[in-house]
């Protein structure tokens, strides 16, 4: 068994790239070149709308790539009818880990739209370790901030070693960056190289994606794989060795 752990971090537009062309088996081979072990999706759809063709994203993703998926519903509306599923977007978990324990958290919304933090515990080279994964509001720095308080709150209830994956709506140095990032790593700063811009991906200028982990930790790589125009944003990954 391998002492290092792979993640990844990446917004997946539902599936629609910059092209806008719904190809979820794109953001399948995207994620799969990847080759992480926890991977962290944001924008998921779930029986949603014609959009995305009422698909069960994080569930169809689980079963090309042959690993667990789980999912957070950040918005969860009703069917177009009694007998069809709950319109459901928001973030999914997918692990080739075994999955020892999970849940989902509401986190303070603003006037548009709900955010939530999903997170796994996962078995790691023997030991539990949590993977979370979250979309903070891109309308409000105030609301922002608050969501960010939350989930640094609600990881420090882990004792476990954790790693935060997400689209933080937020660039470097921001308070609500400050906020999850004290006592905690970025692994672009630790280990990256360049500017590691993730959005938008036909012309990246900001960096706005993130992977953050607690002390347990040694960031040993991170790089933003190039995925064309699959979605509107770049992955991260990040390779971490407990110790």
């Given at each position: 068994m391998s002492d290092t752990l792979r993640v990844l971090t990446f917004n997946i537009r539902h599936g629609a790239g910059t092209d806008d062309v719904l190809d979820l088996a794109r953001t399948a081979e995207a994620v799969a070149a990847a080759d992480a072990d926890v991977t962290g999706l944001q924008e998921v759809d779930r029986h949603f709308d014609a959009r995305s063709r009422y698909v069960d994203q994080p569930a169809w993703l689980g079963r090309r790539l042959g690993q667990r998926d789980l999912f957070g519903a950040d918005l969860d509306l009703d069917p177009p009818s009694a007998d069809t599923p709950r319109r459901q977007y928001g973030s999914a978990l997918l692990s080739r880990?075994?999955?020892?324990?999970?849940?989902?958290?509401?986190?303070?919304?603003?006037?548009?739209?709900?955010?939530?933090?999903?997170?796994?515990?996962?078995?790691?080279?023997?030991?539990?370790?949590?993977?979370?994964?979250?979309?903070?509001?891109?309308?409000?720095?105030?609301?922002?901030?608050?969501?960010?308080?939350?989930?640094?709150?609600?990881?420090?209830?882990?004792?476990?070693?954790?790693?935060?994956?997400?689209?933080?709506?937020?660039?470097?140095?921001?308070?609500?960056?400050?906020?999850?990032?004290?006592?905690?790593?970025?692994?672009?700063?630790?280990?990256?190289?360049?500017?590691?811009?993730?959005?938008?991906?036909?012309?990246?200028?900001?960096?706005?994606?993130?992977?953050?982990?607690?002390?347990?930790?040694?960031?040993?790589?991170?790089?933003?794989?190039?995925?064309?125009?699959?979605s509107d944003h770049l992955p991260v990954r990040a390779t971490l060795r407990l110790g």
């Open positions: 880990l075994p999955v020892l324990a999970h849940g989902y958290h509401a986190l303070p919304s603003g006037r548009r739209e709900r955010f939530g933090l999903l997170w796994a515990t996962v078995e790691f080279a023997g030991t539990p370790v949590t993977v979370a994964t979250t979309h903070l509001d891109p309308w409000q720095p105030e609301v922002r901030l608050a969501q960010a308080t939350a989930v640094r709150d609600l990881l420090a209830a882990h004792p476990e070693p954790t790693v935060l994956l997400g689209d933080l709506n937020a660039r470097p140095g921001t308070p609500e960056i400050a906020v999850l990032a004290a006592g905690r790593t970025d692994v672009w700063v630790a280990a990256g190289t360049g500017d590691g811009h993730t959005f938008d991906s036909t012309g990246p200028y900001e960096r706005i994606d993130y992977v953050l982990v607690d002390a347990a930790w040694r960031v040993v790589s991170a790089d933003v794989p190039a995925t064309g125009t699959v």
